[in-house]
């Protein structure tokens, strides 16, 4: 446990220092902010996707590992056995990618949001999360990056290409492109009873899922490589994780959808608001933990990822109303003990306790 805390604690004191520094001295800080994290998670032994992918990349160097779809951490992964790379050092590249990404979005914002707070955000809760599912993870920061692309800096061609990257990674992420397409739904306070609706038909849809059992079943034999996530759906009991994502997602869109144009500037405001709509979206898909046994609710993922953006912007405000602030001390009270319950106790993605990769071939020897 020490050394998540060790990280965690320095990488975001570094994000307060990168804050704090003269323009000059930001790129050095940022690439020591981004090596930290990087280099505990590129030499670690422990997660189930770093023994999964092992396995993998040992049946590819044995050219018995027939790769059923296309993707581009496969193409890497072959590309690294004919040259001879090792998959510690896929594992490493892997790391730098994914912790670079999302400290780049990050700090993107950097004037609009608390910076080491939206550091320590993500150190809480998707960093270690990319341990487990590191293709998912990556494959959904390239996806807000394209999206940062597209609002930000309104270039459309710059979306697509990174987007269909993202897709490349994972292709759960194809289907987020309608976000493409409904840009003015997500922010438009005129909209509001029409993003209502499409939060309750989406709820409704999660919530039937079990009672579709059958017809999925059948869409599953025409995708058969969809097909362990199109079934096993069964109702379970609601435990305390249920109000994780309505304290770190919900309740924050909701103080945002209620900001006045006219109190922040008007085109960052939007961007954090189609964050916001995306965050609520994946908060109702997460919820498909509840109604299934396989791991399609990693769906929400793809758009929870957005939270270091919305909480960092939760937290500059904090101070001008009493309300943000008390959903902000909601918000850290949320982000510690889920990190705590999820990675700790409960041990999520077998993160825990953390050992180096060596360790692991040293208890083979």
Not at 66 to 85: D, H, K, P, S, W
Request: hydrophobic content about 55%; overall charge positive; aromatic content about 18%.
């Amino acid at each position: 446990m020490i050394i998540y805390l060790i990280t965690i604690a320095l990488t975001t004191f570094l994000a307060w220092l990168y804050e704090n520094v003269m323009k000059k001295q930001k790129k050095i800080v940022f690439a020591i902010m981004v090596m930290i994290p990087a280099i505990v998670s590129g030499l670690r032994g422990v997660g189930t996707d770093y023994h999964l992918y092992n396995e993998r990349f040992e049946l590819m160097q044995n050219g018995t590992f027939n790769i059923a779809e296309l993707n581009l951490l496969y193409v890497v992964m072959q590309l690294f056995t004919r040259i001879g790379f090792s998959y510690q050092f896929f594992i490493f590249l892997t790391s730098v990618a994914t912790v670079l990404t999302a400290f780049y979005i990050i700090i993107q914002y950097e004037r609009e949001i608390n910076l080491k707070f939206g550091v320590l955000s993500y150190m809480l809760t998707f960093y270690q999360m990319s341990f487990n599912i590191y293709r998912q993870v990556l494959g959904s920061e390239l996806f807000i990056l394209a999206l940062l692309f597209l609002l930000k800096k309104k270039n459309k061609k710059a979306f697509w290409i990174i987007f269909f990257l993202a897709a490349f990674v994972h292709t759960s992420i194809i289907p987020f492109a309608l976000i493409y397409f409904i840009i003015p739904l997500t922010q438009q306070r005129k909209l509001a009873r029409k993003r209502f609706t499409v939060y309750i038909l989406l709820s409704i849809l999660v919530a039937v899922l079990p009672l579709m059992s059958e017809l999925l079943i059948k869409v599953a034999r025409r995708l058969p490589h969809y097909a362990f996530y199109l079934s096993n759906f069964e109702y379970s009991d609601i435990g305390v994780g249920v109000f994780r994502y309505i304290i770190l997602a919900v309740l924050p869109a909701m103080l945002i959808y209620r900001c006045k144009n006219s109190e922040d500037d008007v085109l960052v405001l939007n961007e954090v608001k189609t964050f916001s709509f995306l965050s609520v979206v994946g908060t109702i898909l997460w919820m498909m933990s509840y109604i299934s046994t396989t791991y399609l609710y990693r769906l929400g993922y793809i758009s929870l990822i957005v939270m270091p953006i919305i909480h960092g912007y939760m937290i500059k405000r904090m101070k001008r109303d009493k309300i943000y602030f008390a959903v902000s001390l909601a918000i850290i009270a949320a982000l510690l003990f889920f990190w705590w319950y999820d990675f700790i106790v409960l041990n999520s993605g077998d993160t825990y306790p953390y050992h180096f990769f060596w360790q692991d071939a040293a208890e083979f020897v």
